[in-house]
């Protein structure tokens, strides 16, 4: 089972190149991402919402395309 | 054998449900038997990796391993070849059987099959299989894409992007043409040959045959193309022919109620799932990624003890060269009326209608309603005669009419 450490999220980069606007982020965490006029995910709000649901959010993207990092800079997901 | 839940397939809609039961019922044992010899993958990543923008590694998106130490046993390879609803027992192709207490179908979709002379000639590009066997040829310098669907404007542009000359050719009027206008039909058109990929509508191939030099592709209207590659893209087959004889209702799908429930115990989810949507007002299959994750995990809690309804807007985006395509909704059911409302720079936006309500959309081009049109679908919002007015005038914002 996985450890049970809080999860801590202070940094969202997405990918602008792998993103295809499949929007399943903004579904899941929508006061953190929304679509841009070129149909790209964008941040909002990094506190938008509960951070196991931006992992969620994350985690549902179809090309892989947002990266969590931890308040060390260590990447949380995609998982390596 | 004998699990408490038994998901057949091995895609996200699969591993989706799998990890939605876990997150309700820490006990319960989890088996998920997935046909493809690999971990769970995307899909959706194989263009990315084909063209170069994504390394292979990237496709796996839940290994083995980290099933299994959720307590989820996935078996890759593993072949189901007959179902018994009625003695709960699900025989393996190595002639094994599991007996389940509650059973997923998500056993997913496989790329419909060029049936002329020569077909043993054709690629696909539908598997992480397929992508490799992509990958091995030898350098590709004329290739011929057949079908008009969203996987053949992917394969078009992925071997444009690795350098190959492209040649589309379609039976329809245009790519995507069941669901778009004239106008958005277009745009692609163009997007397709200002990158010097060309776009051959109302034309059919007829067989493939082997030469010396490479492939000739033959039309049935007597031409004529040599090829280095044929790649065939005519839409997808539900993978059902493992439960002929189960007791489980078969149309193209797996037929389930609106709660993804086929029988008892029984549920279907994702690609192979034909699903009641209350919105369009009959079962259809939404064969997309979104459709699939939010399935499997409807399913997931449905299979232990929830009774919640599948009503989500599900949505499919790809991008041919620089231009968004987005399907939003129903975009295959039968409507009333198709709103064509041209967006401000370029495009198209399509809103179809069913009675008074919003129930699908298309946009070729930038897509900045996306999220007033989800909010009048998902709201079932019934249009007044001033609104609907609004919707085929660019000048009326569509944020604005969103209740």
Not at chain 2, 88 to 113: E, H, N, P
Not at chain 2, 171 to 185: E, I, K, N, T, W
């Amino acid at each position: 089972m996985a450890d049970k450490k809080p999860l801590i999220i202070s940094k969202i980069v997405i990918d602008r190149d792998l993103c295809i606007g499949a929007a399943t982020c903004v579904t899941i965490a929508p006061g953190t991402f929304r679509m841009d006029e070129e149909n790209k995910a964008v941040l909002v709000d990094i506190r938008g919402d509960e951070a196991e649901t931006i992992l969620l959010g994350a985690e549902s993207c179809p090309t892989k395309a947002i990266f969590l990092y931890d308040e060390n800079g260590e990447q949380i997901y995609p998982y390596t | 054998m004998r699990v408490d839940h038994l998901i057949i397939g091995g895609g996200i809609a699969g591993a989706t449900a799998a990890e939605t039961i876990r997150q309700r019922d820490p006990r319960a044992t989890i088996r998920i038997i997935g046909a493809e010899r690999h971990p769970v993958y995307s899909r959706v990543l194989l263009p990315h990796v084909a063209d170069g923008r994504a390394k292979l590694e990237r496709v796996v998106i839940r290994t083995a391993a980290a099933l299994e130490a959720k307590g989820i046993a996935y078996d890759a390879g593993a072949v189901a070849t007959a179902v018994d609803a009625r003695t709960r027992a699900v025989t393996l192709a190595d002639g094994t059987t599991c007996t389940y207490g509650k059973l997923l179908i998500a056993s997913g979709s496989d790329a419909r099959r060029f049936a002329g002379p020569g077909a043993e000639h054709c690629s696909y590009f539908r598997t992480l299989d397929d992508l490799h066997s992509l990958m091995t040829t030898a350098r590709v310098g004329a290739a011929l894409v057949y079908g008009g669907g969203f996987n053949a404007i992917d394969l078009a542009v992925s071997l444009a992007r690795r350098g190959a000359r492209v040649a589309c050719v379609m039976r329809s009027d245009g790519f995507l043409a069941r669901s778009l206008d004239a106008g958005s039909r277009e745009a692609i058109r163009q997007a397709c040959e200002s990158h010097g990929v060309t776009v051959t509508s109302h034309r059919e191939l007829r067989a493939v045959e082997r030469k010396i030099s490479g492939l000739e592709a033959h039309y049935s209207d007597g031409g004529r193309a040599p090829f280095d590659l044929v790649g065939v893209s005519l839409g997808v087959v539900p993978n059902v022919g493992f439960l002929a004889g189960s007791g489980i209702a078969i149309a193209s799908g797996v037929v389930v109620d609106e709660k993804l429930r086929a029988a008892e115990d029984v549920y279907a989810a994702g690609d192979v799932a034909e699903y009641l949507d209350a919105r369009a007002g009959a079962h259809r299959i939404a064969g997309n990624w979104m459709n699939a994750m939010f399935q499997g995990k409807t399913a997931g809690m449905n299979m232990t003890g929830a009774d919640a309804p599948f009503d989500l807007v599900t949505s499919y985006s790809i991008a041919c060269f620089e231009l968004p395509i987005t399907f939003m909704g129903a975009v295959d059911a039968a409507v009333d009326e198709r709103v064509v409302r041209p967006l401000a720079d370029a495009g198209t936006l399509q809103l179809f209608l069913k009675g008074e309500r919003i129930i699908a959309a298309t946009c070729v081009g930038p897509f900045s309603d996306r999220a007033a049109v989800s909010k009048f679908m998902s709201s079932g919002t019934v249009l007044s005669a001033s609104m609907r007015k609004g919707l085929s005038d660019p000048r009326t914002e569509l944020a604005n009419m969103v209740p």
